[in-house]
């Protein structure tokens, strides 16, 4: 079980996660994507409050270790919801695995699009990341 603190995104975050990033998303393209979108959160852009991304992360011994994110389900993603209030979980990062920190960012995810009225979840793992689908079977994800 983990016993960190997982919180809003902030600035001071970035250069963490631009590491756990590099470790865990191999294609520069993406990863670059991934951060320049982070960052626009951060910057609180137009586009990014339009699009309701929304970031957390784990710490743990006031270091990050984790990142996970969400929006809402873009228009490439709506041919696989069912509901018109969908979320598309958009990034899940680790530093370290194996120790309850990506479950309890889960859950937080989940709870918050609870609260903010979601009704489903969708998310792409791609084939490179094949072992993530192990996870997300726990929380009951259909493929």
């Given at each position: 079980m983990f016993r960190g603190v997982i919180r809003n995104i902030s600035g001071d975050d970035f250069k963490a996660l631009e590491g756990i990033i590099g470790l865990y998303w191999p294609?520069?393209?993406?990863?670059?994507?991934?951060?320049?979108?982070?960052?626009?959160?951060?910057?609180?852009?137009?586009?990014?409050?339009?699009?309701?991304?929304?970031?957390?992360?784990?710490e743990d011994n006031s270091e990050v270790v984790w990142v996970i994110g969400f929006r809402n389900a873009p228009g490439h993603m709506l041919s696989f919801t069912k509901t018109g209030k969908s979320l598309e979980f958009y990034i899940l990062a680790v530093k370290n695995q194996g120790d309850g920190v990506g479950r309890a960012l889960v859950e937080k995810m989940l709870e918050t699009a609870n609260v903010l009225g979601y009704t489903e979840v969708v998310l792409f793992s791609p084939d490179s990341l094949e072992t993530s689908w192990g996870f997300y079977d726990h929380f009951g994800f259909q493929r």
């Open positions: 294609n520069n393209e993406f990863r670059s994507h991934l951060l320049q979108r982070i960052r626009s959160v951060l910057d609180g852009s137009p586009d990014s409050v339009k699009q309701g991304f929304k970031y957390f992360v784990a």
